[in-house]
């Protein structure tokens, strides 16, 4: 039984908790309408490391289950393995992507007036991004920038994964821990924190070493969260860990509200990383309660809300009128963000359910 709950297909919790720090991250960026000095979650960024803990713990169940069921990690096969495990993981958010990045195209051109011919020109400017290349450095700028998260954890598994499956017992026990506490000190050392995910540090994105370090942390989370489920816990402790858990999320977002970037960056994100592990454990007296349809609605609308708002944080004030106060100029761009959101995720399930259909029609059409 303690077996399978970590595998379950969904963890309610985690999906709701997907959906407030996609919605953290949107306030964010109230930063391009507002400024620092007024932007509503100025250290919101942070947010980020939730995702990146949460992938890197799925990531290791995924190569778990394949090591349990005795698949062999051949090296003939690894790799083949990889590429299907990394297809996967971008076949679940490309459509939401290229149905935001469409959208946001269309309305930064409008935003800046484009002439053909500029459009031209964005499009070739920022066509690499939609490889999720970002934190490659085979390009500077982009049109949807909060794509450097899908871009560096894409290209950290394929790092990552097949090392999980070569060295399932070696790799997630010493390497990861120690991947993840080397890095997370070298970006303090020289960094005081891990934000600001496009500054170049000579040989790679700060952004991409932030994915290795919080995809190992995730490993290390899963391997906690498994031992976890394996202890009876009495009520008193489970009690404990409720109180401790809700604390531990509580005052991970208090510090992002009232802070930017510091050197307790480093301390937070220990925090959330024990948050996320007994969520993930399950050990708290509520954590069924948050399973069903909700949380999963929850889990998609997060993605879609992720991809949908930037372009407009940094648009909208080019359309709206100077003379229009904080408070409506924030309605305006949540409003934009929450519908754009609603039609990408909508419209993305509709994509999904023709893929076969679509599929079949180009492979006629080839013929």
Same mark, same amino acid.
């Given at each position: 039984?303690?077996?399978?709950?970590?595998?379950?297909?969904?963890?309610?919790?985690?999906?709701?908790?997907?959906?407030?720090?996609a919605?953290?991250?949107?306030?964010?960026?109230?930063?391009?309408?507002?400024?620092?000095?007024?932007?509503?979650?100025?250290?919101?960024?942070?947010?980020?490391?939730?995702?990146?803990?949460?992938?890197?713990?799925?990531?290791?169940?995924?190569?778990?289950?394949?090591?349990?069921?005795?698949?062999?990690?051949?090296?003939?096969?690894?790799?083949?393995?990889?590429?299907?495990?990394?297809?996967?993981?971008?076949?679940?958010?490309f459509?939401d992507?290229?149905?935001?990045?469409?959208?946001?195209?269309?309305?930064?051109?409008?935003?800046?007036?484009?002439?053909?011919?500029?459009m031209?020109?964005?499009?070739?400017?920022?066509?690499?991004?939609?490889?999720?290349?970002?934190?490659? =450095? !085979?390009?500077?700028?982009?049109? %949807? /920038?909060? #794509?450097?998260?899908v871009? +560096?954890?894409?290209?950290?598994?394929?790092?990552?994964?097949?090392?999980?499956?070569?060295?399932?017992?070696?790799?997630?026990?010493?390497?990861?821990?120690?991947?993840?506490i080397?890095?997370?000190?070298?970006?303090?050392?020289?960094?005081?924190?891990?934000?600001?995910?496009?500054?170049?540090?000579?040989?790679?994105?700060?952004?991409?070493?932030?994915?290795?370090?919080?995809?190992?942390l995730?490993?290390?989370?899963?391997?906690?969260?498994?031992k976890?489920?394996?202890?009876?816990?009495?009520?008193?402790?489970?009690?404990?860990?409720?109180?401790?858990?809700?604390?531990?999320?509580?005052?991970?977002?208090?510090?992002?509200?009232y802070?930017?970037?510091?050197?307790?960056?480093?301390?937070?994100?220990?925090?959330?990383?024990?948050?996320?592990?007994?969520?993930?454990?399950?050990? =708290? !007296?509520?954590?069924?309660?948050? %399973? /069903?349809? #909700?949380?999963?609605?929850? +889990?998609?609308?997060?993605?879609?809300?992720?991809?949908?708002?930037?372009?407009?944080?940094?648009?909208?004030?080019?359309?709206?009128?100077?003379?229009?106060?904080?408070?409506?100029?924030?309605?305006?761009y949540?409003?934009?963000?929450?519908g754009?959101?609603?039609?990408?995720?909508?419209?993305?399930?509709?994509?999904?359910?023709?893929?076969?259909?679509?599929?079949?029609?180009?492979?006629?059409?080839?013929?």
């Amino acid at each position: 039984m303690a077996e399978t709950k970590i595998h379950r297909a969904r963890n309610g919790k985690i999906d709701f908790l997907r959906l407030l720090f996609a919605f953290i991250i949107v306030l964010h960026h109230t930063r391009y309408l507002l400024g620092d000095d007024h932007c509503l979650f100025l250290g919101g960024s942070l947010s980020v490391e939730f995702f990146f803990f949460v992938s890197g713990c799925l990531m290791a169940a995924s190569a778990d289950r394949k090591t349990s069921g005795k698949t062999p990690a051949s090296a003939e096969g690894l790799g083949t393995e990889t590429a299907h495990f990394l297809k996967k993981k971008l076949s679940a958010v490309f459509a939401d992507f290229l149905t935001a990045w469409i959208i946001g195209f269309f309305f930064v051109a409008a935003a800046e007036k484009l002439s053909l011919r500029g459009m031209a020109g964005l499009f070739v400017r920022d066509f690499f991004e939609l490889g999720f290349l970002k934190m490659s =450095g !085979l390009y500077i700028g982009g049109l %949807d /920038g909060v #794509v450097w998260y899908v871009s +560096a954890m894409l290209l950290s598994m394929a790092v990552l994964y097949p090392l999980l499956r070569k060295f399932p017992d070696f790799f997630p026990k010493i390497v990861c821990p120690l991947v993840c506490i080397f890095i997370m000190g070298f970006l303090c050392r020289n960094y005081g924190h891990p934000r600001n995910p496009d500054k170049w540090i000579g040989f790679a994105y700060k952004g991409l070493l932030r994915a290795l370090a919080e995809l190992c942390l995730g490993v290390v989370i899963y391997q906690i969260s498994r031992k976890m489920q394996r202890t009876q816990w009495t009520r008193a402790a489970r009690v404990l860990f409720t109180v401790f858990e809700a604390a531990a999320y509580l005052s991970f977002i208090a510090y992002m509200y009232y802070y930017g970037p510091t050197e307790r960056d480093f301390f937070f994100i220990a925090l959330l990383a024990a948050a996320v592990t007994l969520s993930f454990a399950g050990t =708290g !007296l509520l954590s069924k309660r948050f %399973d /069903g349809r #909700v949380s999963s609605w929850c +889990a998609r609308f997060s993605t879609s809300l992720y991809f949908s708002h930037l372009y407009y944080a940094q648009h909208l004030n080019q359309i709206l009128p100077q003379s229009l106060s904080a408070v409506p100029r924030v309605l305006v761009y949540l409003a934009f963000a929450f519908g754009t959101a609603l039609f990408v995720m909508y419209f993305s399930d509709f994509i999904r359910s023709k893929k076969n259909v679509m599929k079949s029609w180009f492979v006629k059409a080839a013929a």
